[in-house]
């Protein structure tokens, strides 16, 4: 009974000793993982703001996919819902390598000038907002380069960008909603934009209340008078 008694006790012991071993070793790796989540993240920064021209970036969250670092941030002048930048790290052959989307933050008014511009000639009162959240480019373009300099470089060196556009058209009278849809998609193409379109025709109180910060509300805007185009 004795020797029943002493075994159960240094089992417990033993049990004891394990669990305290095992959470120190869990509370080191996680001390570990946690540096070296703050290392990768202040390297990202630091990669954004030398690239961009000493542009300072807010942090605003992260994470790890297959061992590869999303980094979502935005400009000190801007605001996280309409300038969000995802920064992705990622280690080729011991290699380093960062991409990002803030070029396309950078040139998103002239190119939905553009679309804008097309809507004028046609007669019609239009916003565009470029989606630039999945907008990849060449990672050679940093603050230094232009919308033109994108341009020239997607018609002669590389291949052209499909850009997604919201384009919201103002009218409080009934038109031939589809003809309109149909002859901006022809121009647009006869200026080589390559994109995707969603065109809303919307009331004036309607045009005036979206804008950039509540475009998911258009999922819900009633009457609904929407077409989806493409330039492929």
């Not at 990002?100 to 239009?126: H, Q, W």
């Not at 959240?133 to 990672?139: G, H, L, M, T």
Request: net charge negative.
């Amino acid at each position: 009974m004795r020797n029943k008694k002493r075994a159960a006790t240094f089992g417990l012991a033993l049990v004891l000793l394990i669990v305290g071993v095992s959470g120190c070793m869990l509370e080191k790796f996680a001390d570990s993982l946690l540096t070296g989540n703050k290392e990768t993240v202040q390297e990202a920064l630091a990669y954004m703001s030398e690239k961009y021209g000493g542009q300072e970036f807010v942090y605003y969250s992260h994470d790890y996919i297959y061992g590869e670092l999303n980094l979502y941030c935005y400009p000190e002048w801007g605001a996280f819902e309409t300038e969000k930048v995802l920064v992705q790290r990622k280690e080729v052959n011991g290699e380093v390598r960062h991409t990002d989307n803030y070029f396309s933050i950078l040139i998103r008014e002239d190119a939905e000038a553009e679309v804008m511009t097309v809507c004028a000639d046609l007669g019609l009162k239009a916003k565009a907002f470029m989606n630039t959240n999945n907008f990849e480019v060449n990672n050679q373009f940093d603050s230094s380069k232009t919308y033109e300099d994108f341009v020239k470089w997607g018609a002669e060196d590389g291949s052209l960008s499909l850009q997604y556009y919201r384009v919201l058209i103002e009218t409080d009278e009934v038109i031939d909603y589809e003809f309109y849809a149909d002859e901006i998609l022809r121009n647009v193409m006869a200026k080589n934009i390559a994109g995707i379109l969603n065109i809303y025709f919307c009331t004036r109180d309607q045009y005036e209340y979206y804008q950039r910060e509540n475009l998911k509300e258009l999922q819900d805007i009633t009457p609904k008078i929407s077409f989806f185009k493409t330039t492929y």
